[in-house]
Every structure is written in structure tokens, then in C-alpha cells.
């Protein structure tokens, strides 16, 4: 489950990870966070799934 919080006065936003029911992995193995970014699949790192809730924060593209 992912839960968004926004954060208007920083500027970012951040993203809630409930890890808690992930397969555990072997060594040779990850579980990654990706995100289509106006039509390119950009990888923005990997999920710690040892701990239950994970924080990864992103910010957004600015509008010129």
C-alpha cells in the first residue's frame, strides 16, 4: 500500500511505503520504486523492505 502526502511550503512530495507484506528476497534481488515521468520510466531507488514503513521523498516538475 502507498499513501501520498504533499508538502506545498517545500515543495515535495513525499511517499509512504507499507512494506510490511513484501516477499522476502534472496541477496541477488531488490525491490525498486519507478515513476513515469512525462513518458519516461525513471527509477528513483530502492525499497528497504527490512523496515514495515518507508518514506522515499520526490519533487515535482516545475512549471515554468
Known sequence: ????KQDGRLNYNSVFINTSQ???LNAE???QMWADVEGEMV???LIDNK?????MN???KQNP
Open 58 to 60: 520526490y519533487k515535482e
Open 1 to 4: 500500500m502507498i499513501f501520498l
Open 43 to 45: 527509477n528513483i531507488g
Open 51 to 55: 523496515k514495515d514503513l518507508l518514506a
Open 29 to 31: 534481488h531488490d525491490y
Open 22 to 24: 513484501l516477499l522476502v
